[in-house]
Nanobody, 115 residues
Framework: QVQVVESGGGLVQAGGSLRLSCQASGTSFSFSAMAWYRQAPGKQRDLVASITSSGVRNYADSVKGRFTISRDNNRNTVSLQMDRLNTEDTAVYYC?????????WGQGTQVTVSS
């Protein structure tokens, strides 16, 4: 059974930084893509950033130049470095790992940016 576990959320002041980490496990197959999504209160869950096993990255326009996604294929981990955070980044952040066209989700980690 695939498991996905996030860590690293918390409270930070606007302009600060946070780093989220995610560990996927439970399969001997490689994850074709790993991604971070976020969901603010009353809003839908949106893609923040994704990265394929070959290292191709994709970012939401709202985070380009501020967030950096990286992954370690050997360890099945993905990280999200978030810099220059602003209050609009406040949300629950979810990690997703894709194997055989199926996405597995973590429980989410809260990121709160105070003004």
């Amino acid at each position: 059974q695939v498991q996905v576990v996030e860590s690293g959320g918390g409270l930070v002041q606007a302009g600060g930084s946070l780093r989220l980490s995610c560990q996927a496990s439970g399969t001997s197959f490689s994850f074709s893509a790993m991604a971070w999504y976020r969901q603010a209160p009353g809003k839908q869950r949106d893609l923040v950033a994704s990265i394929t096993s070959s290292g191709v990255r994709n970012y939401a326009d709202s985070v380009k130049g501020r967030f950096t996604i990286s992954r370690d294929n050997n360890r099945n981990t993905v990280s999200l470095q978030m810099d220059r955070l602003n209050t609009e980044d406040t949300a629950v952040y979810y990690c997703a790992a894709r194997v055989f066209a199926r996405d597995y989700w973590g429980q989410g980690t809260q990121v709160t940016v105070s003004s």
